[in-house]
């Protein structure tokens, strides 16, 4: 069975710009979520999607925005990219209600 | 919303001795509590869970205890290796949020 994937693994970006981040849940599970893993400050929750619905979102602001597509994929959009943006940015999928969380490798982005 | 306490933020062992790490919680609706281990590079990765209505589950050489009543509960690590070695994540979930909110992570340090 397929882990969670998520492309790309690393990119850099400069400030101000915009990026997407990709993810591909594990077949079957129908819940996404967006971590966000600044160093020091542990996983730091930014978005919830279930069935293509936004369920939750994080304390972020409102430039971090994503969506869940039919098959379940999931895109974490970032725009008006800061320096304290760097971090790595994960994802993880579970079935619905179990909160069983399957994490990708991340991607890490670093914002010069 | 919910809160994650996660103490110590580092932990040094001997080989062979014991590890204990432990958390509290705010939302006494929280009803699930896992564990995650994640290596250096790697990805968190699901160790241990127990679930509101259970007080202890063991698996192997570690174990986890919970205390609703005083809303923290423990990852219990017994005859530490050094493959033990990681960062821990605890993390809780309520119902109503739908999400797990994680601690800041313990660095675990086993030393041969």
């Known amino acids: 069975e397929a882990g969670v994937t998520q492309s790309p693994t690393h990119l850099i970006k400069t400030r101000g710009q915009q990026v997407t981040l990709r993810c591909s849940p594990i077949?079957?599970?129908?819940?996404v979520y967006w971590y966000q893993q600044a160093l020091g400050l542990g996983l730091q929750f930014l978005l919830w999607?279930?069935?293509?619905?936004?369920?939750n979102r994080g304390n972020f602001p409102p430039r971090f925005s994503g969506r869940q597509f039919p098959n379940y994929s999931s895109e974490l959009n970032v725009n008006a990219l800061e320096l304290e943006d760097s971090a790595l940015y994960l994802c993880?999928?579970?079935?619905?209600?179990?909160?069983?969380?399957?994490f990708g490798s991340g991607t890490r982005l670093t914002v010069v | 919303g919910e809160n994650v306490e996660q103490h110590p933020s580092t932990l040094s062992v001997q080989e062979g001795d014991s590890a204990v790490i432990k958390c509290t919680y705010s939302?006494?609706?929280?009803?699930?509590f896992p564990w995650y281990k994640q290596e250096l590079g790697k990805r968190p990765q699901l160790i241990i869970d127990?679930?509101?209505?259970?007080g202890e589950k063991k698996d192997q050489r570690i174990a986890v205890t919970l205390n609703k009543t005083a809303k923290h509960f423990s990852l219990h690590i017994t005859e530490t290796q050094p493959e033990d070695s990681a960062v821990y994540f605890c993390?809780?979930?309520?119902?109503?949020?739908?999400?797990?909110?994680f601690g800041k992570g313990t660095k675990l340090s086993v030393k041969p």
């Open positions: 993880a999928s579970s079935l619905m209600s179990t909160f069983r969380y399957t």
């Open positions: 077949s079957g599970h129908t819940s």
């Open positions: 999607y279930d069935e293509g619905e936004e369920r």
């Open positions: 939302d006494s609706a929280s009803n699930y």
């Open positions: 127990i679930r509101s209505n259970v």
């Open positions: 993390a809780a979930s309520s119902g109503s949020q739908g999400n797990l909110i």
